[in-house]
């Protein structure tokens, strides 16, 4: 599962290894125990990823192979590609833009996204190190 905190700081992408259900099966107890709101309903998330980076044709390949309507890759302009996903967003309040984002992939496909951003996000390229 992947997982994206949306803050008003910017947003931080988690891999996480644990099934989507259990997961949100715990988020919901925490609210319901600590007595906060908790809104949850399906959507989209986008993040942009630099035009430059190594692996491009990797991730177009790995963006073909999995359901087209949970992972797209689009072109932006010569600096940066825009990586949308399906998945559910989760927030205290409705009327923020703060929240989390959390989707299921291929293991496959979570993990090579999250090194990728990582890697683009901390400015070093090592996955094959």
Avoid at 11 to 23: P, S
Avoid at 27 to 50: C, D, H, K
């Amino acid at each position: 599962m992947l997982k994206l905190t949306y803050t008003d700081n910017g947003f931080h992408l988690e891999y996480i290894a644990e099934t989507l259900e259990n997961w949100v099966t715990n988020r919901v107890l925490l609210a319901l125990r600590s007595g906060m709101n908790l809104g949850i309903e399906p959507s989209t998330a986008a993040f942009l990823l630099p035009y430059d980076i190594p692996y491009l044709s990797q991730l177009k390949k790995l963006a073909d192979g999995e359901n087209q309507e949970v992972l797209e890759l689009s072109y932006c302009d010569q600096e940066a590609i825009e990586v949308t996903l399906e998945g559910t967003w989760i927030t205290g309040n409705p009327e923020s833009e703060e929240g989390i984002f959390v989707t299921v992939l291929s293991d496959r496909a979570e993990v090579f996204l999250y090194q990728i951003w990582k890697e683009s996000y901390f400015g070093a390229y090592a996955i094959n190190e």
